[in-house]
């Protein structure tokens, strides 16, 4: 992450609590269901494992090419290549590890129904800053999978929310990383007062 440079970003205003939009980067298994037409062809099924670190989560989510490990001796391993990890760093950051950027995404409370989401693309220091494969890239994560797919999906929730039509919301344990974070986000708020 120390030799990584901004290569290009955007911000956009979301019409969801802010922790909503943590939720969805906290978890893989949305991917089989809301990613289905963008990602997740790349990945496995139930690929994700996830730690808690203090009140941060790392999760990992393995990609198909990971089946290759199987024929190959470890020290020919390649973590990066064949799984997404990504990280919760508490309160409001996300990092995840794509095979060769780090999208890093801030999102600041504005509001209890609204959001500003920042998403930044990381890249090597060493990489062509101008090669439009970059653009291609960060345009396909960017728009398509965290607009119209993560933040569209929070933005339905919120309105499901604020209808009051669920009294209760069930977290499995594929998604445990999400009860974690509203645990810690409870004991914030107690020891603020
Ligand atoms: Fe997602």
Known sequence: MSE???RTGDRRRANCNWKLVVDAFSEGCHLKSLHKDSVEPFFLEHGTVFAKLGRHSRS???RKAILEARALPQSQWNLRAWTTPFYT??????LVFHPDWVSRITVYSDGTDH????????????ADPEAGYWDTSFRLINEQVFAAEDIAACESIQRM???GADSEWPIGGLETPVLWFHQHIREALQEAG
């Open 161 to 163: 929310a604020r209808s």
């Open 60 to 62: 990992v989510g393995a």
């Open 89 to 94: 760093l508490f309160p409001n950051n996300m």
């Open 4 to 6: 990584h440079v901004v």
């Open 115 to 126: 959001c500003e989401v920042q998403h930044d693309m990381l890249i090597p220091g060493d």
